[in-house]
Every structure is written in structure tokens, then in C-alpha cells.
DNA sequence: TTGTTATTGATATTCATTATCAATAACACT
DNA sequence: AGTGTTATTGATAATGAATATCAATAACAA
């Protein structure tokens, strides 16, 4: 009983513009790119929609050191990032060997339902010198 | 020239609360703690003393899932944390597997002054029943 | 003791995120 | 296609953590 989704084309919307921006974005960025594009989308709603995209697996979030909180399509495979904290690159990093020590240290906790949060900050290349 | 530290009993309140307080606490929570031992020291206090100890390494955070910033004394050793998302307990990890992993991915890209997040989220044996 | 100035604390402000609620639209069922 | 139920939307108010402001205070070098 309950609780039946429906389909909207503003969940849709930011499905796409999520999909579209590579790299983490935030949802005032999303919303602020949709109205540009022509939507009548509420920022409320582009919240809702990410809420549900991350529980729904298709999404993944981290808390920028700003305070924010950063989205990122991941209806792909999993992996990390290796973030510029001076210009905001961000670097996919394949983390085969951190994945598996992970779940492994998990395990030998006994805990369930892991996940975990991997993420390298420094300063890239180009804003080291 | 300048910006010398003065060393004063509201810092080394707050490092002693942190140190008393097992495990991560808000800046908040510190805060009230602190009044309810009859302390005068004032929010904005708390703040600044926390993110400085943070800048001397003497405490690291991290984000809470409903936003907050979390301190955690580490006066210790560098290490990370193996998190119930139910009943909250954290539980010390080492990770010297991952350290190296992670800085050496770094330097792989021309990264410099590096640091990075682990940890990990999940139930705990207790809670996944 | 004194002068300089880093620090404090009360509070106003900022800003991301959530709650509210009337209006709208998805969708199951005719 | 038409209709009723109700999930969803969007404008906006509200929340709440963290920061900025600024006069008053206290650390500390001389």
C-alpha cells in the first residue's frame, strides 16, 4: 500500500544533467544549469531528486570542505577521486587494492551493508608550483 | 612580523573536552558540554579552537550524514575509522596499507602536500542483526 | 607596569538544506 | 477519453551549522 514513484520529467532532468556534468556537482550548480538550459524546475525539487537518486544507488555524494554537498553519476563503476583543493580538478583513481581492504577490514568487524568514503586531496601538479 | 599564538584557558579547554569525549563530537555538543561545567566560553570560540587544533594536527573531522562537522581527538597516531551508521560507534583502524597506496597515487600525479579521507561506513555486528 | 594586538564572546549574517502547503499532474481504473 | 486518488511539484518560510563583525579583554614582550 503506498507509496507508489511516480515518473516526473524533472526527475528526469536532473538524471540528464547529472549524467551530462563530469565530476562532482552540487545541486544549486544542477539547478542553476537547468534554469539556463530553459527549465522551470524548483530548486527544491532538484534536491528531492537527488535524495533519490543516491538511495537509489545511481548516485553517489561527498561533502565538499565547504560544507556542501557534491553529487556524481554513478551508473557506472565505482571508484575514487583525487581532488585539487586549490582549482577543484577532480582525477577518477581506479582503487582496486583500497576497495578490497576495505571491505576485507569491514568484514573482519563484522559489519554489514559497507560502504566506504575514499578521497585524496592536495594540490595538483599545475597548482604546486 | 607576526600572527603569534597566544596560548589561553579557552583553547585548552576545548582540547581537554576533546580529549575527555571518546569518539566524535560536534562543535556544539563541545560547546554545551564545556557550559554545563560551568565554563563561559562562548560557540565561536569553540569553532576557532577546534579548526585550529585541526591545523596543527592535533584533531581531525569529519562530515556527519546530516551535515555536521565531527572533531575527534588525535593526538595519537594517524589512523581511520570503521563506522556503525546505526548506533554510531567508531571503531580505530589501521590502514598503513592504504596510506601508502593513497600517497602513492598522489605522487603519481604530480600531487603535492597531500591528505586524504578513509573511512569506513556500515553496520556493526551488533546492529546488522 | 604598560603598550600592542591576538583573542574572546555576543550576536548578526550567510548559506545550504529541509519543511510547509496549496496547486498540479501521474497513473490506475473505469 | 474521463475521473478520482494522491504522489509530486515549486515558491517560500524555516532551520541550523558555521562564519563575520566588532567592541572589550587579556597575553605577552619590553
Do not use: P
Not at 91 to 111: D, L, P
Request: hydrophobic content about 35%; proline content about 0%; overall charge negative.
Amino acid at each position: 500500500m503506498s507509496t507508489a514513484k511516480r515518473n516526473t520529467w524533472q526527475k528526469d532532468a536532473v538524471m540528464h544533467a547529472l549524467t551530462e556534468a563530469k565530476g562532482f556537482v552540487s545541486a544549486q550548480q544542477l539547478h542553476l544549469v537547468l534554469k539556463q538550459h530553459g527549465s522551470t524546475i524548483g530548486l527544491a525539487t532538484v534536491y528531492r531528486a537527488l535524495t533519490e537518486l543516491v538511495s537509489l544507488g545511481k548516485a553517489d555524494s561527498l561533502q565538499s570542505n565547504e560544507g556542501e554537498t557534491l553529487y556524481r553519476d554513478c551508473s557506472t563503476h565505482h571508484h575514487h577521486h583525487l581532488i585539487c583543493e586549490n582549482c577543484g580538478v577532480t582525477i577518477e583513481i581506479e582503487a582496486e587494492a583500497a576497495e578490497a581492504w576495505a571491505s576485507k577490514v569491514a568484514k573482519e568487524h563484522g559489519f554489514t551493508q559497507v560502504t566506504h568514503t575514499i578521497d585524496i586531496f592536495g594540490l595538483c601538479k599545475a597548482c604546486s608550483k
